[in-house]
């Protein structure tokens, strides 16, 4: 019963709100007023119900659109100046609220490396938002928070182990909150410094600097405890550091945030970054985020001569000939990072000796154990990443390419390991990824044959072993497809808009990432296209790889897998895969065309696999104007008897003569267009756009019936 109080209590108070707007012909001014308080006094009684019923999905549903409202209505641009000082309140409010409930109550988690984020990661941006509509009193609570929590830490070997977790799982949480407040969270693209933290940040009275300042205060504390921390918590502190670096630091283009930073206290953030890798070498969160640390810290100009006179890089050094292992591509991040810190005279010195490390030594590869050939293809893949977009590639790029041959020569052997296929895929990605972007010349011809050979060599894995196919090895199975489908996408967009080589180096490439992709298509069957997001990277593949080497896509020998695939994504749920099956189908009629052909067999196979698309009632009426012209090119392309066949052939999926005739209509339009020209073309196309829509919507009627 206690689920459904939240939501009830919501519309209690949304109509209780209406009623009184309506009753007292208020302003919206006033409104907005009203309705803010109201959800303020929501929000913090769900908060509230989140402490005696912790992750109750009913209370989290509810309070998400308690904060989403409340957020919406302190972003209005419409509200006037001293509206929005009520409303900012009533949204600081919850934010204290959420800090003084969730911080003095039992939280939920019992293991120090795995805190229960459920709650946390539903709202923590919303808090975040919040937040920022008085930036300075929010500073001033998050620090507060963080001192008092400090204090409770510092008491820690007096603590029972249940009181330091739930300490530190409150420090954690405040730390996310802080993430959220610094700047949003958008995977893969630059993030702007939100417009309420403008102006100086290494000003004193800036609410983000007197964060760091606390935040550095509390690393500084937390590194000689680092033994018996939570990952947990030592991840969210990287990742705020990591957030700040990212939004603040870097992309101040006068580099004098950089230098600024790493002079007041940067070089001991390095320190625990490199420190808490060694500590927790295998926690992948405290990885990721420390990680990210050091390959933002080295894209400030100025901070790469701070740091080399600091010592750290002679520790990120030792580190990785020491001989500890790391958490995957770990070892490799950290050599990247040395890479771009040591001057050429280091280099030149120890550079040899730190990346022998990453050779597997011998050449038989019976003689390899599995385990280091997993290592050394993670790490070489975590060297490119560290590495990407960076000149540095340029120094050390001989001895990787021999690294990376070696280690690839011997992994193949070694691909009835599915890990390993696995990991040397990602390699190759990595690879190209890096290499793509800085090299040119006849590094880049060595580039495109690493693709060509290790896509043939992992596909005809994929395709001979019958052990890929059972159920045991699908999460495996899912795992290599999804970073095939990437590398087939890189690829193609390199080479369609990037690449400057000459066409005779890039045509072997192109005809193999097309046999490659029949292979790769051929491995899907219902089951793994159920799965949307790999059914998604698939069609992505499909459609780049088409665009990218159309010629060898219409002349490969099968296309019979890729005239299947294209009938799959015009059948499909999704307008965006029925999409992708029109836009291929257009390319490659364009391909045709432009060539000059005229009656070529793969005109009437295509036409036959749109009709029959049609017939069957599945394609979007927002398509209708794409399909009219790819209707009219086919058509016109074909004789009057070929398209009087393949329409024959369509109509055998349904007998219906109510759909033939719709269909038969549709047909004359298409015709119509077919035989006009200049001005008559473009009207044409119009009456044919309607046309299809309005025979899609009657073929689905009499569908239904």
């Given amino acids: 019963m206690m689920r459904h109080v939240p939501v009830c209590l919501l519309l209690f108070l949304a109509f209780g709100a209406l009623w009184k707007i309506w009753r007292m012909s208020l302003s919206f001014m006033t409104c907005y007023v009203l309705v803010s308080q109201s959800l303020s006094f929501f929000a913090k009684t769900l908060i509230e119900f989140d402490s005696n019923f912790p992750d109750d999905a009913g209370i989290m549903a509810a309070l998400d659109e308690a904060l989403s409202c409340l957020f919406k209505i302190s972003t209005m641009p419409s509200c006037q100046d001293a509206t929005r000082g009520v409303i900012s309140a009533a949204g600081m409010e919850v934010f204290n609220a959420f800090l003084s409930i969730k911080l003095s109550c039992t939280l939920s988690s019992a293991e120090a490396e795995h805190f229960s984020d459920t709650f946390t990661m539903s709202h923590v941006s919303l808090l975040g938002h919040l937040g920022r509509s008085d930036p ?35 420090l954690w949480l405040v730390l996310k909150v802080i993430n959220a407040f610094l700047a949003d969270s958008c995977e893969g693209e630059k993030v702007s410094i939100p417009s309420c933290f403008a102006g100086n940040f290494m000003s004193e009275s800036h609410p983000v600097l007197k964060l760091i300042s606390t935040l550095m205060t509390f690393m500084q504390k937390l590194v ?83 740091l080399q006179a600091s010592g750290l890089t002679e520790m990120a050094g030792d580190m990785v000939t020491c001989g500890q292992m790391f958490y995957e591509d770990v070892r490799g991040r950290i050599v990247g990072f040395w890479i771009c810190c040591v001057s050429a005279a280091t280099f030149s010195e120890r550079g040899l000796s730190v990346l022998e490390t990453f050779d597997i030594g011998v050449s038989e590869f019976t003689s390899v154990d599995v385990n280091i050939c997993l290592e050394r293809c993670s790490s070489l893949a975590g060297l490119f990443v560290s590495l990407q977009e960076s000149e540095r590639l340029r120094v050390c790029f001989r001895s990787v390419m021999r690294l990376c041959d070696h280690v ?40 495109i044959d690493k693709v060509r050979t290790t896509l ?23 795992r290599l497809l999804k970073l095939l489908s990437r590398l087939f996408c890189e690829v193609s967009c390199w080479a369609r808009l990037e690449c400057t080589l000459p066409s005779e180096l890039v045509g072997p490439l192109g005809a193999s990432v097309i046999s490659s992709l ?17 059914r998604e990277s698939v069609f992505v593949a499909f459609q780049l790889s088409a665009e990218a080497f159309t010629r060898d896509f219409v002349c490969h020998a099968d296309s019979q897998v890729f005239l299947s695939t294209l009938l799959f994504a015009l059948n499909g749920e ?11 189908a257009d390319t490659v009629v364009a391909y045709l065309r432009d060539s000059g052909l005229q009656d070529h067999a793969l005109f009437a196979r295509l036409l036959s696999t749109v009709l029959r698309s049609f017939v069957l009632g599945k394609l979007s009426l927002s398509l209708s104007l794409q399909l009219a012209r790819s209707l009219t090119t086919l058509c016109g392309c074909l004789p009057l008897e070929s398209v009087e066949l393949v329409f024959m052939e369509a109509m ?8 033939s005739a719709i269909m038969r209509e549709m047909m004359r339009a298409v015709q119509e267009c077919v035989v006009s020209e200049g001005p008559r073309r473009q009207t044409a196309l119009r009456t044919l756009d309607e046309c299809i829509a309005d025979s899609l919507c009657n073929i689905r009627t009499i569908l239904l019936d």
């Fill in 136 to 170: 300075g009193q929010a500073a001033a609570a998050l620090c507060l928070a963080l001192e008092t929590l400090q204090r409770r830490d510092a008491d820690v070997e007096h603590q029972s182990a249940v009181e330091r977790i739930q300490v530190q799982e409150g």
């Fill in 408 to 447: 690839l020569s011997v992994s193949v052997c070694r691909f009835y390991e599915k890990e390993i296929t696995i990991r040397a895929t990602e390699l190759i990605l990595r690879l190209f990824l890096t290499c793509s972007v800085v090299l040119d010349g006849e590094e880049t011809v060595w580039m």
């Fill in 574 to 584: 999704s307008v965006d895969f029925q999409r992708v099956g029109i836009t291929v």
């Fill in 224 to 306: 000689p405890k680092l033994s018996v921390a939570s990952p947990a918590l030592v991840s969210a502190l990287l990742e705020v550091f990591g957030t700040f670096m990212a939004v603040y630091v870097v992309t101040d283009e006068s580099d004098g945030g950089g230098s600024y930073f790493f002079a007041h206290g940067g070089i001991a953030l390095i320190s625990c970054v490199l420190n808490s890798l060694r500590v927790f070498s295998f926690d992948e969160d405290v990885a990721l985020a420390g990680c990210r640390v050091l390959e933002i810290s080295v894209k400030s100009k100025g901070v790469v001569s701070i």
């Fill in 456 to 478: 043939d060599a992992v596909l005809k894995t994929l395709a001979e072993d019958p052990t890929w196919s059972t159920e045991g090895t699908e999460e495996e199975k899912h």
């Fill in 652 to 659: 055998q999926l349904n007998s219906d003569p109510n759909v």
């Fill in 518 to 534: 029949a292979v790769f298509l051929k491995l899907f069957n219902e089951r793994s296209l159920s799965f949307p997001e790999l």
